[in-house]
T-cell receptor, first 110, second 116 residues
Framework: SQQGEEDPQALSIQEGENATMNCSYK?????LQWYRQNSGRGLVHLIL?????REKHSGRLRVTLDTSKKSSSLLITASRAADTASYFC??????????FGKGTRLHILP | DGGITQSPKYLFRKEGQNVTLSCEQN?????MYWYRQDPGQGLRLIYY???????QKGDIAEGYSVSREKKESFPLTVTSAQKNPTAFYLC???????????????FGDGTRLSIL
C-alpha cells in the first residue's frame, strides 16, 4: 500500500500547549497537504507545502517537509478547544490523485 | 456560497439493492473524487474524474459505479456487488491539474451508508 502513516494515532494535550503530528510517506511527491476533519464532517484543507519547500507557516500552523526522509510534521501552536479534530496528511505525484494517511486524532483538554 | 453538496446525509440499503449517492459542486472545478472512509482507515479512493464524460478507477472501485455527464455532478452508485458497503462516503473536487496537479481538494459533508 502507498498509504502514508501519521504518528501518533491519537494525541491529548492541555489547551494552550503545542501539538505536533508527523507523517511519513513512501513515494516521490509533487506536494504534501494537511487537512482537518471535525467529527462527522468533510475534510478541510489547511496548508500545502511543495516538494522544493522545507517549511511553511499559516497562522498557528507550521509545516515542515524533509523529502530525504520522506516525512512531514504539522505543529499547531497555542492549541484551543476548537482544534479538537482528526488531522490527515495527503500527498501526490504528478497526476491529480492524492493519497491520504490514516490520520491523527487530536483532543484538546480544557 | 460555492461548495459541494452531498445528499442524502444518511442512507440505508437493503440486501440486493443498488443505491445512488449524489454529489453536486458549484465551484467550476474540473476534477471530482469519491472516497470511502472506514474507522481508523483514513480515506480510500473509489473513483475520480478529471473531465466530463471521463473517469478512472481508484484503489477500491469494485462494487461501485459512477457517471460524469455534467461538470457539476458526479453521482456514485453502490451496487449489490459491494458486500460491505457500510461506511462514510466523501465527495471532493479540485480545479484540476494541467500545469499544477494535486491542488487542494474541497469536500462535501459526506453520506453515511448503512445496511438494513
Amino acid at each position: 500500500s502507498q498509504q502514508g502513516e501519521e504518528d501518533p494515532q491519537a494525541l491529548s494535550i492541555q489547551e494552550g500547549e503545542n501539538a505536533t503530528m508527523n507523517c511519513s510517506y513512501k513515494t516521490s511527491i509533487n506536494n504534501l497537504q494537511w487537512y482537518r476533519q471535525n467529527s462527522g464532517r468533510g475534510l478541510v484543507h489547511l496548508i500545502l507545502i511543495r516538494s522544493n519547500e522545507r517549511e511553511k507557516h499559516s497562522g498557528r500552523l507550521r509545516v515542515t517537509l524533509d523529502t530525504s526522509k520522506k516525512s512531514s510534521s504539522l505543529l499547531i501552536t497555542a492549541s484551543r478547544a476548537a482544534d479538537t479534530a482528526s488531522y490527515f496528511c495527503a500527498y501526490g505525484g504528478w497526476d491529480d490523485k492524492i493519497i491520504f494517511g490514516k490520520g491523527t486524532r487530536l483532543h484538546i483538554l480544557p | 456560497d460555492g461548495g459541494i453538496t452531498q445528499s442524502p446525509k444518511y442512507l440505508f440499503r437493503k440486501e440486493g439493492q443498488n443505491v445512488t449517492l449524489s454529489c453536486e459542486q458549484n465551484l467550476n472545478h474540473d476534477a471530482m473524487y469519491w472516497y470511502r472512509q472506514d474507522p481508523g482507515q483514513g480515506l480510500r479512493l473509489i473513483y475520480y474524474s478529471q473531465i466530463v464524460n471521463d473517469f478512472q478507477k481508484g484503489d477500491i472501485a469494485e462494487g461501485y459505479s459512477v457517471s460524469r455527464e455534467k461538470k457539476e455532478s458526479f453521482p456514485l452508485t453502490v451496487t449489490s456487488a459491494q458486500k460491505n458497503p457500510t461506511a462514510f462516503y466523501l465527495c471532493a473536487s479540485s480545479p484540476g491539474g494541467g500545469m499544477f496537479p494535486n491542488q487542494p481538494q474541497h469536500f462535501g459533508d459526506g453520506t453515511r451508508l448503512s445496511i438494513l
